[in-house]
T-cell receptor, first 114, second 116 residues
Framework: DQQVKQNSPSLSVQEGRISILNCDYT??????FLWYKKYPAEGPTFLIS???IKDKNEDGRFTVFLNKSAKHLSLHIVPSQPGDSAVYFC?????????????WGAGTKLIIKP | EAGVAQSPRYKIIEKRQSVAFWCNPI?????LYWYQQILGQGPKLLIQ????????DSQLPKDRFSAERLKGVDSTLKIQPAKLEDSAVYLC??????????????FGPGTRLTVT
C-alpha cells in the first residue's frame, strides 16, 4: 500500500512563476514530512522539512504547507528558477519497532521552462 | 566536508552472478542506510545500521542480499545470485542521528545496477 503518494509524475512551470508540488499521505502516525530534490545521476539532497505539529515552514524560496485534516502537504517554490528542474520526492517519517522509518513517494519531475 | 562515497557507479551483470557495492559515509555519521530505487519509484529502505549494528533489515531479501558494516564506518551490500528484478539504483545514505524524525539523510550518488 502506498502510504505517501505524489500523483503528478511531472510538472512544467515557466521560469519566475510559482511551482507547487503536492503530496498526500494516509498514515496519521507520521510525525515529520521531508522534501528531497534529485538531479540525474546524483543522490537525493534534503530540501526542507516540517513537523506534524506545524502547518507551515519557510526557507528562502521554498515553503512547505501541511494540511493535517486533508492529509496533504505541498511544496511551493517562488520564484522558480532553471536550476530547480529536478525530481522532487516527498517523504514521511514515523517511529517503527526500533527506529525512525522514512516512507517515500514516487517523485514529481519538475521542469522549469525559460 | 566530504560527502557519501559509493562505488562502483555503474555495474552490468548477468542473472545468477554476484555483485558487491561499497559505501563510505560522512565521517562521524553513526547511522548508515542502503536503499533500492527502481525506476519511477521512490527509494525503498533495505537495511539500516546504527554504528555497526543492524537496526532494521525487515525489507532486505535475505535469501540473496547481505550487508555488513565493519568497525561502524564503511559498508558493503552484496547480491548473490542476482535476478532481473534487482535492476535498480542502490543508494547509500548516512545521518548523524537516527533518533529524530526530522533528521536529514545525506545520500551518495548511487550505483546503477543492470541485470541482463
Amino acid at each position: 500500500d502506498q502510504q505517501v503518494k505524489q500523483n503528478s509524475p511531472s510538472l512544467s512551470v515557466q521560469e519566475g512563476r510559482i511551482s507547487i508540488l503536492n503530496c498526500d499521505y494516509t498514515n496519521s502516525m507520521f510525525d515529520y514530512f521531508l522534501w528531497y530534490k534529485k538531479y540525474p545521476a546524483e543522490g537525493p539532497t534534503f530540501l526542507i522539512s516540517i513537523s506534524s505539529i506545524k502547518d507551515k515552514n519557510e526557507d528562502g524560496r521554498f515553503t512547505v504547507f501541511l494540511n493535517k485534516s486533508a492529509k496533504h502537504l505541498s511544496l511551493h517554490i517562488v520564484p522558480s528558477q532553471p536550476g530547480d528542474s529536478a525530481v522532487y520526492f516527498c517523504a514521511a517519517s514515523f517511529w517503527g519497532d526500533s527506529n525512525y522509518q522514512l516512507i517515500w513517494g514516487a517523485g514529481t519531475k519538475l521542469i522549469i521552462k525559460p | 566536508e566530504a560527502g557519501v562515497a559509493q562505488s562502483p557507479r555503474y555495474k552490468i551483470i548477468e542473472k545468477r552472478q554476484s555483485v558487491a557495492f561499497w559505501c563510505n559515509p560522512i565521517s562521524g555519521h553513526a547511522t548508515l542506510y542502503w536503499y533500492q530505487q527502481i525506476l519511477g519509484q521512490g527509494p525503498k529502505l533495505l537495511i539500516q545500521f546504527q554504528n555497526n549494528g543492524v537496526v532494521d533489515d525487515s525489507q532486505l531479501p535475505k535469501d540473496r542480499f547481505s550487508a555488513e558494516r565493519l568497525k561502524g564506518v564503511d559498508s558493503t551490500l552484496k547480491i548473490q545470485p542476482a535476478k532481473l528484478e534487482d535492476s535498480a539504483v542502490y543508494l547509500c545514505a548516512s545521518s548523524s542521528s537516527g533518533g529524530s524524525g526530522g533528521y536529514e539523510q545525506y545520500f551518495g550518488p548511487g550505483t546503477r545496477l543492470t541485470v541482463t
